[in-house]
């Protein structure tokens, strides 16, 4: 299986910071690597796919990067909204795995 | 716009068995594989599997398999979850997506499903 480790666990930031999410696999993945963004009580959004490819109805201030082992997310002036858990999600095999989730919280 | 509508919470007893329906709309129901996902309470996303919904032949990762059954009814562009002998730590939410490879795009709005005496 292909585990996919995500770091930190939560995070403390301020409106306006900007903040970096790493997410490291067990193995190559190329560039099979998505971001989803979760609030309470809700599904998982979408915000990035195949490592880079920002999602048409998601702000310019996220981006993402990496490919092979190691990825980032960044979100460059944190907005009262963004507040929520990101997951990174691996596709390049099944079983897919999930990262354990970042709470980004005030 | 692809829309998966779940069916709504369930209160269950030890050992017995629920059904949760993902009905899609806003597309081709046959244009995108279904997968189920799993989130404990506080916990993170675990993906059970999913089931091609042009040839409805389902495939299951490791932990979920046994008593765990996906099913589609294509007359009504429907996608099952089907979970025997329940037990405490089937409590979750169940959420179904539909995958546009390789990323899930659209999600269901979950269901929580409550296993107590």
């Known amino acids: 299986d292909f585990q996919v480790t995500q770091s930190p666990p939560s995070l403390s930031a301020s409106v306006g910071d900007s903040v970096t999410i790493t997410c490291r696999s067990s193995q190559s993945i190329s560039t099979y690597l998505n971001w989803y963004q979760q609030k309470p009580g809700k599904a998982p959004k979408l915000l990035i796919s195949s490592a880079s490819n920002l999602q048409s109805s998601v702000p310019a201030r996220f981006s993402g990067g990496g490919s092979g082992t190691d990825f980032t997310l960044t979100i460059d002036g944190l907005q009262p909204e963004d507040f929520a858990t990101y997951y990174c999600?691996?596709?390049?095999?099944?079983?897919?795995?999930f990262g354990q989730g970042t709470r980004v919280e005030v | 716009q692809a829309q998966l509508l779940q069916s709504g919470s369930e209160l269950k007893k030890p050992g017995a068995s629920v059904r949760v329906s993902c009905k899609a709309s806003?597309?081709?129901?046959?244009?995108?594989?279904i997968h189920w996902l799993r989130q404990a309470p506080g916990q993170g996303l675990d993906w059970m599997g999913w089931i091609n919904t042009n040839v409805g032949n389902p495939s299951y990762a490791q932990a979920f398999r046994g008593r765990f059954v996906f099913s589609l009814d294509k007359s009504v562009s429907t996608a099952y979850l089907q979970i025997s002998s329940l037990r405490s730590e089937d409590t979750a939410v169940y959420f179904c997506?539909?995958?546009?490879?390789?990323?899930?795009?659209?999600w269901g709005q979950g269901t929580l499903v409550t296993v107590s005496s």
């Open positions: 997506a539909t995958e546009v490879p390789y990323y899930f795009d659209s």
């Open positions: 999600q691996q596709s390049y095999g099944t079983p897919y795995t």
């Open positions: 806003g597309y081709r129901f046959t244009d995108y594989g």
